[in-house]
Nanobody, 115 residues
Framework: QVQLVESGGGLVQPGGSLRLSCAAS????????MDWYRQAPGKERELVAH???????YSPDSVKGRFTISRDNAKNTVYLQMNSLKPEDTAVYYC?????????WGQGTQVTVSL
């Protein structure tokens, strides 16, 4: 079965950096696009980065220039490099992928940006 396991979250000061990792298993990782979403308390889950199977990427303006998504198909892993973090980036970050009929989610990793 599909498994997505995130790691790398934690507490960081404003302006700091974190790199999240998502280890994938149970499907042919190299042929699927991968996403990172986040959900802050009281807010809807939102997309923060998308990478296609061939490495094309997209990020919304809120994180563009600060967050970078990448993938290593040999390791079945997708990464999210987050720089210049702001308090408003505080959220649970989820790794995700989708088939034609279902979207899969990891368990999430907490990122807290605070002094």
């Amino acid at each position: 079965q599909v498994q997505l396991v995130e790691s790398g979250g934690g507490l960081v000061q404003p302006g700091g950096s974190l790199r999240l990792s998502c280890a994938a298993s149970g499907f042919t990782f190299s042929v699927y696009a991968m996403d990172w979403y986040r959900q802050a308390p009281g807010k809807e889950r939102e997309l923060v980065a998308h990478i296609t199977n061939i490495g094309s990427t997209y990020s919304p303006d809120s994180v563009k220039g600060r967050f970078t998504i990448s993938r290593d198909n040999a390791k079945n892993t997708v990464y999210l490099q987050m720089n210049s973090l702001k308090p408003e980036d505080t959220a649970v970050y989820y790794c995700s992928t989708a088939s034609s009929t279902f979207r899969y989610w990891g368990q999430g990793t907490q990122v807290t940006v605070s002094l």
